[in-house]
C-alpha cells in the first residue's frame, strides 16, 4: 500500500475524530463497498465481513433484490408519515403478520425504537387488560443484556459502561441472571406485565441458554398472565439457523417457523436483517388482544412505516424466503462449529466456541481486560477479514447468511493461519 493509499484512511479517520462524538471504537479500516460476504475499504483491499453489521445485513451487502425495491420505490413515494393512508404499509403489515404468524403489527425505524415501543405496550396492557394498579407495572429483564441505548433501556442494564453518569433511570426493571429459571420463578407476581428477554444474548458474547429455558420461561409467563417479550433484532431472520431464534429446536417445513414453533412469544421485535441493512426498519408484532391497547396518540412515528421502508422490508424477507438462508445458517453455523472446535485444539488463545446458526462467538484465553482479542481482530483485518471483539476477551463470528461452504472454509483457513501466526504486543 503506498503512502498516499493510506493517506485516503488516514484523512477519513481524522475527520471522524474531528467532528464526530466518539461514541464508536471502530476497528482502523475505512470502508467504500460492499457486495454479498465482501467489504472493500478505500484502498481497494477486500475482506470478508464476518460481522454483518451486527446481523442487519443477514442477506448481504447491497443484495439486487432489495436495492431493486428500493430504487422502484424511491421514485414513487418515499414518505407520507401516518396522518394520511400509503398504499404500501397496509401489503406490508399483512405480509409480516402472515410471515411470522401473528395478528397485528406496529412499524417503528430502528430496533431501539421498537424495544421501547414493546415496553410501553406491555406496560399499557399490564393497567388495562391484567389490572396492575396504575404506575406499578414491572418488566422483568435479564443481566448482561443488550436491548438498545435509550435511557429506558439502559435502565435495565448492568452494563457501567451504558449507565455510569446517565441518571437518573426510568423505575419498574427487575433484573435476574440469564437462562435461570428460578430466578424468573421468584420475581413473578400480579405487577409484573412482561419478561422481556433475547432468546440468545448476543452482544454480551452469543450467550445461548439451556434448549427448554424459554420453554419454562413461556409457561412461567403464562401461569402468571405475563407477556413474553423476545427481543429478535439481532438474533431473528434466520440468523440462528431458524427464521426466529425462540422458534428453538423446532423441525417445521424450511425452518421457516411461523406455524408450529417451540416458543411464540407474546410481543416479538424485529429489526436490523428486516431491511437487509438498507435503511431502519423494525417492527413490534403481537395479538390482536395485545395490541389493541393502542390507541390514537399512545404511540408513533413520523417515519415508522413509510412507503420506502415498506418495500425495502417485504423484499427482505423474500430472499430469506427464497433463498432458504435459515436452512443455510443452520447448515453453515454446524460446520463453522465443527471447524473452529479443531482449530480450538490447536490454539493456545481460543478457550471455547459456541452459537447458534451464524451466531457464533470465540472466547480468547485472556483477560477480559487485556487487549488480545482485539489484537488478534487487527491480525484478522490484516489477513482479509473483518470481526470485533465483544466484552474484551470475546471475538463475535457473523457473517452474511448468503455465505457459501466453499467462502465459510476460507474464513476459517484465514482464522487458522491468523490465531497460529499471532504474537500479541509486548
Same mark, same amino acid.
Given at each position: 500500500?503506498?503512502?498516499?493509499?493510506?493517506?485516503?484512511?488516514?484523512?477519513?479517520?481524522?475527520?471522524?475524530?474531528?467532528?464526530?462524538?466518539?461514541?464508536?471504537?471502530?476497528?482502523?479500516?475505512?470502508?467504500?463497498?460492499?457486495?454479498?460476504?465482501?467489504?472493500?475499504?478505500?484502498?481497494?483491499?477486500?475482506?470478508?465481513?464476518? %460481522?454483518?453489521?451486527?446481523?442487519?445485513?443477514?442477506?448481504?451487502?447491497?443484495?439486487?433484490?432489495?436495492?431493486?425495491? %428500493?430504487?422502484?420505490?424511491?421514485?414513487?413515494?418515499?414518505?407520507?408519515?401516518? +396522518?394520511?393512508?400509503?398504499?404500501?404499509?397496509?401489503?406490508?403489515?399483512?405480509?409480516?403478520?402472515?410471515?411470522?404468524?401473528?395478528?397485528?403489527?406496529?412499524?417503528?425505524?430502528?430496533? +431501539?425504537?421498537?424495544?421501547?415501543?414493546?415496553?410501553?405496550?406491555?406496560?399499557?396492557?399490564?393497567?388495562?387488560?391484567?389490572?396492575? #394498579?396504575?404506575?406499578?407495572?414491572?418488566?422483568?429483564?435479564?443481566?448482561?443484556?443488550?436491548?438498545?441505548?435509550?435511557?429506558?433501556?439502559?435502565?435495565?442494564?448492568?452494563? &457501567?459502561?451504558?449507565?455510569?453518569?446517565?441518571?437518573?433511570?426510568?423505575?419498574?426493571?427487575?433484573?435476574?441472571?440469564?437462562?435461570?429459571?428460578?430466578?424468573?420463578?421468584?420475581?413473578?407476581?400480579?405487577?409484573?406485565?412482561?419478561?422481556?428477554?433475547?432468546?440468545?444474548?448476543?452482544?454480551?458474547?452469543?450467550?445461548?441458554?439451556?434448549?427448554?429455558?424459554?420453554?419454562?420461561?413461556?409457561?412461567?409467563?403464562?401461569?402468571?398472565?405475563?407477556?413474553?417479550? &423476545?427481543?429478535?433484532?439481532?438474533?431473528?431472520?434466520?440468523?440462528?439457523?431458524?427464521?426466529?431464534?425462540?422458534? $428453538?429446536?423446532?423441525?417445521?417445513?424450511?425452518?421457516?417457523?411461523?406455524?408450529?414453533?417451540?416458543?411464540?412469544?407474546?410481543?416479538?421485535?424485529?429489526?436490523?436483517? %428486516?431491511?437487509?441493512?438498507?435503511?431502519?426498519?423494525?417492527?413490534?408484532?403481537?395479538?390482536?388482544?395485545?395490541?389493541?391497547?393502542?390507541?390514537?396518540?399512545?404511540?408513533?412515528?413520523?417515519?415508522?412505516?413509510?412507503?420506502?421502508?415498506?418495500?425495502?422490508?417485504?423484499?427482505?424477507?423474500?430472499?430469506?424466503?427464497?433463498?432458504?438462508?435459515?436452512?443455510?445458517?443452520?447448515?453453515?453455523?454446524?460446520?463453522?462449529?465443527?471447524?473452529?472446535?479443531?482449530?480450538?485444539?490447536?490454539?493456545?488463545?481460543?478457550?471455547?466456541?459456541?452459537?447458534? $446458526?451464524?451466531?457464533?462467538?470465540?472466547?480468547?484465553?485472556?483477560?477480559?481486560?487485556?487487549?488480545?482479542?482485539?489484537?488478534?481482530?487487527?491480525?484478522?483485518?490484516?489477513?482479509?477479514?473483518?470481526?470485533?471483539?465483544?466484552?474484551?476477551?470475546?471475538?463475535?463470528?457473523? #457473517?452474511?447468511?448468503?455465505?457459501?461452504?466453499?467462502?465459510?472454509?476460507?474464513?476459517?483457513?484465514?482464522?487458522?493461519?491468523?490465531?497460529?501466526?499471532?504474537? #500479541?504486543?509486548?
Amino acid at each position: 500500500m503506498s503512502v498516499m493509499d493510506r493517506q485516503l484512511s488516514a484523512e477519513a479517520m481524522a475527520l471522524e475524530a474531528r467532528y464526530g462524538a466518539s461514541n464508536y471504537h471502530p476497528l482502523p479500516v475505512v470502508l467504500s463497498r460492499g457486495e454479498g460476504v465482501y467489504l472493500w475499504d478505500v484502498e481497494g483491499n477486500r475482506y470478508y465481513d464476518f %460481522l454483518s453489521a451486527y446481523s442487519a445485513v443477514n442477506q448481504g451487502h447491497c443484495h439486487p433484490h432489495i436495492i431493486d425495491a %428500493l430504487k422502484e420505490q424511491a421514485e414513487k413515494l418515499t414518505l407520507t408519515s401516518r +396522518a394520511f393512508y400509503n398504499d404500501r404499509l397496509g401489503a406490508f403489515e399483512k405480509f409480516l403478520a402472515d410471515f411470522f404468524g401473528y395478528e397485528k403489527v406496529l412499524p417503528m425505524n430502528t430496533g +431501539a425504537e421498537a424495544v421501547e415501543t414493546a415496553i410501553k405496550l406491555a406496560r399499557k396492557w399490564g393497567y388495562e387488560k391484567k389490572g396492575i #394498579p396504575e404506575n406499578q407495572a414491572k418488566i422483568v429483564v435479564c443481566q448482561n443484556n443488550f436491548h438498545g441505548r435509550t435511557i429506558t433501556i439502559i435502565s435495565a442494564s448492568n452494563d &457501567a459502561v451504558a449507565t455510569g453518569n446517565f441518571g437518573p433511570f426510568t423505575p419498574g426493571m427487575v433484573s435476574i441472571p440469564y437462562n435461570d429459571i428460578d430466578a424468573l420463578r421468584r420475581v413473578m407476581g400480579p405487577e409484573v406485565a412482561a419478561f422481556l428477554v433475547e432468546p440468545v444474548q448476543g452482544e454480551a458474547g452469543v450467550f445461548v441458554p439451556d434448549a427448554d429455558f424459554l420453554k419454562k420461561a413461556s409457561a412461567l409467563c403464562k401461569e402468571h398472565n405475563v407477556l413474553l417479550i &423476545a427481543d429478535e433484532v439481532q438474533t431473528g431472520i434466520a440468523r440462528t439457523g431458524r427464521l426466529l431464534a425462540s422458534c $428453538g429446536n423446532c423441525a417445521c417445513p424450511e425452518k421457516l417457523c411461523s406455524g408450529t414453533p417451540d416458543v411464540k412469544p407474546d410481543v416479538l421485535i424485529l429489526g436490523k436483517a %428486516l431491511s437487509g441493512g438498507v435503511l431502519p426498519v423494525s417492527a413490534v408484532l403481537s395479538s390482536s388482544e395485545v395490541m389493541e391497547v393502542i390507541r390514537p396518540g399512545n404511540h408513533g412515528s413520523t417515519f415508522g412505516g413509510n412507503p420506502l421502508a415498506c418495500a425495502v422490508a417485504v423484499a427482505a424477507l423474500e430472499v430469506v424466503r427464497d433463498e432458504k438462508l435459515s436452512e443455510r445458517s443452520d447448515e453453515l453455523g454446524q460446520l463453522f462449529r465443527d471447524k473452529m472446535t479443531e482449530i480450538m485444539q490447536e490454539s493456545e488463545w481460543v478457550s471455547s466456541v459456541r452459537g447458534r $446458526g451464524l451466531l457464533n462467538a470465540i472466547v480468547i484465553n485472556d483477560s477480559e481486560d487485556s487487549s488480545t482479542a482485539w489484537e488478534i481482530c487487527l491480525a484478522l483485518k490484516e489477513n482479509g477479514l473483518l470481526a470485533k471483539p465483544t466484552h474484551g476477551n470475546i471475538i463475535r463470528f457473523a #457473517p452474511p447468511l448468503v455465505m457459501t461452504e466453499e467462502q465459510l472454509l476460507d474464513c476459517l483457513a484465514i482464522i487458522r493461519k491468523t490465531l497460529r501466526e499471532f504474537e #500479541p504486543q509486548p
